[in-house]
């Protein structure tokens, strides 16, 4: 069964870019979609975007400006770029995947990013 | 975007109870709907999608409900390991969003 595992680093500075990776161990990207959500310390879920295994991405208007996400299929990884970080942008971040659009069956187990000066 | 409104934001039961919670859709999402348990400092866990069906390994005491607009799901008799936070999501369409959260808390 697909199991998700996440890192990156942890504290930024504002303006730097958010660099995460989730990888997938069980299985492969085949016929799969991809996603990152973001959860601030203490508040709700937010979904920030997903890639299909073939590569189609679709993300929240509220960052797709700053947000890249992509896939790596020879290393089964899935990458986050999130730019130009604020203090905003603290939270746990997640990795998640299903069998199709907007299907969050597996989530991986969260990353905490801080942005602080 | 469509905006996702769980109902109620906290509640209080004893281990036995049977628990509600309510999401309401702000436009139609057919069955796209899916709902999560999240306990503290862990990643939310799926428990139910496409309205009703439950996840496998999911115990038969969770079940949802509810088509278009208004969903809810059932705890049919809580136990300690359920008290967490629960949160509903519709994947009609993009972006995807959530609703704001229920706490399950022991009374």
């Known amino acids: 069964q697909v199991q998700l595992q996440q890192w990156g680093a942890g504290l930024l500075k504002p303006s730097e870019t958010l660099s995460l990776t989730c990888a997938v161990y069980g299985g492969s990207f085949s016929g799969y979609y991809w996603s990152w959500i973001r959860q601030p310390p203490g508040k709700g879920l937010e979904w920030i975007g997903e890639v299909s295994h073939s590569g189609g991405t679709n993300y929240n208007p509220s960052l797709k400006s700053r947000v890249t996400i992509s896939l790596d299929t020879s290393k089964n990884q899935l990458s986050l770029r999130l730019s130009s970080v604020t203090a905003a942008d603290t939270a746990v971040f997640y990795c998640?995947?299903?069998?199709?659009?907007?299907?969050?069956?597996?989530w991986g187990q969260g990353a905490l990013v801080t942005v602080s000066s | 975007d469509i905006q996702m409104t769980q109902s109620p934001s906290s509640l209080s039961a004893s281990v036995g109870d049977r628990v509600t919670i309510t999401c309401r859709a702000s436009q139609g999402i057919s069955n796209y709907l899916a709902w999560f348990q999240q306990k503290p400092g862990k990643a939310p866990k799926s428990l139910i999608y496409?309205?009703?069906s439950l996840q496998n390994g999911v115990p038969s005491k969770f079940s949802g409900s509810g088509s278009g607009t208004d969903f809810t799901l059932t705890i049919s008799s809580l136990q300690p390991e359920d008290f967490a936070t629960y949160y509903c999501q519709q994947y009609n369409s993009y972006p995807l969003t959530f609703g704001g959260g229920t706490k399950v808390e022991i009374k």
């Open positions: 998640a995947t299903g069998p199709y659009g907007g299907y969050l069956q597996r």
């Open positions: 496409g309205a009703s």
